[in-house]
Every structure is written in structure tokens, then in C-alpha cells.
Nanobody, 122 residues
């Protein structure tokens, strides 16, 4: 069973950058699509980005396109979410999640991490 651990969250000023990491414990992410989700207080969890198991397909929600990138580490055990030009509306708890092979809309992912807080504030 794959266990996911997120890291890299924190407090940053608007316009700043953060890089989140999603690391696999007890397994590999090689055959899994990895999605990043976020949840702001009082709001539903939303998908932010996803990369397929092969890395050949990548998706972003419109609100983060041209600001966020997603990539897979060489060891195939880590996936990164690079967040640039952060805005206050990017604040929330960020989760990574895994499912076999391909990205899908919604939250139908098999494994979830515990989340990392991202706060964008001046």
C-alpha cells in the first residue's frame, strides 16, 4: 500500500513561490497518476494539477495555469508542485493523491496524503 507524505508548505507573501513535494513511503509512484488538490476553509476540495504515470499527460485547473508546474522526480518516488506568482486565493491545505495510470476529474483517487498548509498573505 502506497503512503503519501506532502511537504513544503508554509507562509509566503503574494507573488512569492513554494515547491511542494509528494513522497511515497513503502512503495513507488511509478505506476500511478499523481494529483494535487487543495481545500480552502469553507470550500470544497478542488483539483489543482495532475500528472499521469508516464508523465505524458499533465493537467492544470485554469486558475493556476502559467503559474504552477508539476513534475516527477528521477527516482519515481516523488512528485513536485512548483507554485510561482502565488495569490491570496491560493491559500489552503494542499493534498497529493495517487491512482493507477491516468488522471481523472474529481477525487476518485486511491491514496491520499495528510496535507500541507499553504498560506499566502502579506
Amino acid at each position: 500500500q502506497v503512503q503519501l507524505v506532502e511537504s513544503g508548505g508554509g507562509l509566503v507573501q503574494p507573488g512569492g513561490s513554494l515547491r511542494l513535494s509528494c513522497a511515497a513511503s513503502g512503495g513507488t509512484l511509478a505506476n500511478n497518476a499523481i494529483g494535487w488538490f487543495r481545500q480552502a476553509p469553507g470550500k470544497e476540495r478542488e483539483g489543482v494539477a495532475c500528472v499521469s504515470s508516464s508523465g505524458g499527460s499533465i493537467y492544470f485547473v485554469d486558475s493556476v495555469k502559467d503559474r504552477f508546474t508539476i513534475s516527477r522526480g528521477n527516482a519515481r518516488t516523488t512528485v513536485y508542485l512548483q507554485m510561482n506568482s502565488l495569490k491570496t486565493e491560493d491559500t489552503g491545505v494542499y493534498y497529493c493523491a495517487a491512482r493507477p495510470w491516468n488522471c481523472v476529474p474529481g477525487t476518485s483517487y486511491n491514496y491520499w496524503g495528510q496535507g500541507t498548509q499553504v498560506t499566502v498573505s502579506s
